[in-house]
């Protein structure tokens, strides 16, 4: 990939990242802040994002998806482009939820094809991946009190219809009480494991070039946030309740056990 075509496409991931910002904002305080303005910048960055798609197509003469990288960045402003045409069409703000974090981690990983000079200073490296440990166990303990809760909003909502009012029920918090703890605990994981994601493929790129995108077990941890992110903007935006939050909570937090579980296995490879 040329080097100007990787500039406009960073300058696009930049541009997206304010559209992470409003959609973590968003799930955490259930309140959107800066959709107007993320959705400027999403606008704005989808123009940067063209002129890359654009300017490597007409180097390599042909469609520029040669490989993942390429083929993120391609897929990504497919998706910007189709989000565009169907907010200004329908006025669907509310997938911006889903879209403007899934654009960004996709463009992300489009523009580190290009490898960079590795750490000058390790301190530097090690910080970070201690930071995303971190976040990664804080954004886990979120979606563990998410599916917990969720689980018990199911057993109370069971003694509800069944019209039981044994002792065991009345040890069990109010649905509210549940249903707002669902809420926040899911908002502050989403919010913990996606800086988590984005400061390891940095620390990733930045160590190992390209060569991390092929590691099987950064797939997982791609197919739990995916996983994670599917849970909130089916809470968040189309107003899931009950049984299906609490089946595909349980659903990330195994993609969560397994990512964790090959954590271990996954630095070392890292560093190799």
């Known amino acids: 990939m040329g080097e100007s075509s990787v500039l406009w496409l960073r300058v696009a991931a930049c541009l997206y990242s304010i559209g992470l910002l409003d959609a973590i904002i968003t799930v955490v305080r259930r309140r959107e802040a800066l959709f107007r303005i993320a959705l400027s910048a999403f606008g704005l960055g989808a123009l940067f994002h063209l002129v890359s798609i654009v300017e490597q197509g007409l180097a390599q003469h042909q469609l520029p998806v040669n490989d993942i990288f390429q083929t993120m960045s391609f897929c990504a402003f497919i998706i910007t482009a189709a989000f565009l045409a169907i907010y200004y069409r ?3 703000g509310s997938l911006s939820v889903f879209i403007f ?20 200073n390790p301190v530097m490296g090690n910080t970070l991946l201690v930071v995303h440990v971190a976040a990664s166990l804080a954004g886990y303990a979120a979606l563990l009190f998410t599916a917990a809760s969720a689980v018990v909003y199911l057993v109370q909502e069971k003694q509800l219809k ?24 899911l908002g502050l994981g989403f919010a913990f494991l996606t800086i988590g994601m984005v400061i390891v493929i940095i620390w990733a790129f930045v160590g190992m070039g390209t060569r991390w995108i ?3 077990r950064v797939a997982i ?49 890292l560093l190799q």
Request: aromatic letters at 12%.
């Open 162 to 185: 069944r019209k039981q009012t044994n002792s065991f029920y009345r040890m069990l918090p109010p649905l509210g009480t549940l249903d707002d703890l669902i809420s926040k605990s």
């Open 90 to 92: 329908y006025k669907a």
């Open 214 to 216: 092929g590691e099987p």
């Open 221 to 269: 941890s791609f197919i739990t946030w995916a996983v994670y992110l599917a849970l909130v903007f089916f809470r968040v935006s189309a107003g899931w309740r009950g049984r299906k939050t609490a089946i595909l909570s349980i659903v990330a937090l195994a993609c969560c056990m397994i990512t964790w579980l090959a954590h271990a296995q996954l630095q070392k490879r």
């Open 101 to 120: 974090p899934l654009v960004f981690v996709m463009t992300l990983v489009g523009a580190l094809r290009n490898p960079v000079s590795p750490w000058s």
